[in-house]
């Protein structure tokens, strides 16, 4: 019973250190300003952590907690469709590759960053009633790549630091 209790402590403590990395995430200017929405996408370094050190299963429910809490404090129903088909796409995608066991860490991050970003456009085309959205995939998929690097290094470096601490 400690174990069960400890873990979702954990997975508690994660699923917040994911609203603050939002929260921050959200007050950082944007990286590149000509071109609208893109983010490193830093709660998925505890997205990646958790898929690796716990399952899949605890990796979306930390996902969905962080998405819907971000839409309830900081959004609304946009906010949250975006994020939430972002979410869902990605976390597919990166369940799906895991599973693989043929891509490293940083490989099934980059999955996960572009699909994000193929999530919300797919949304977005449906909601503008436009296909012509659908070339900011171009944009998207070379920054959602980038982020996929950086978030996937970030995951690797932690996973293998609590491997350390046996956490």
Do not use: W
Not at 55 to 75: D, T
Not at 119 to 133: F, N
Not at 153 to 163: V, Y
Request: glycine letters at 8%; aromatic letters at 8%.
């Amino acid at each position: 019973m400690k174990s069960k209790t400890k873990k979702i402590a954990i997975l508690g403590v994660l699923t917040s250190v994911a609203l603050v990395l939002s929260y921050l995430e959200a007050i950082i200017p944007p990286i590149y300003s000509a071109v609208p929405g893109i983010k490193v996408g830093l709660p998925n370094i505890v997205i990646i952590l958790v898929l690796y050190r716990f399952g899949f299963k605890q990796a979306i429910s930390v996902s969905l907690m962080r998405v819907f809490i971000v839409a309830l404090l900081f959004g609304n129903a946009m906010t949250l469709a975006y994020s939430l088909s972002g979410a869902i796409l990605s976390l597919l995608a990166m369940v799906l590759f895991r599973r693989i066991d043929k891509f490293s860490q940083v490989g099934v991050s980059i999955i996960g960053g572009v699909m994000h970003n193929l999530g919300q456009v797919l949304v977005a085309i449906v909601l503008l009633h436009s296909t012509l959205i659908g070339y900011y995939m171009l944009i998207l998929t070379f920054t959602g790549t980038l982020a996929g690097v950086v978030v996937g290094i970030a995951g690797s470096l932690l996973i293998r630091r609590l491997e350390k601490l046996k956490m």
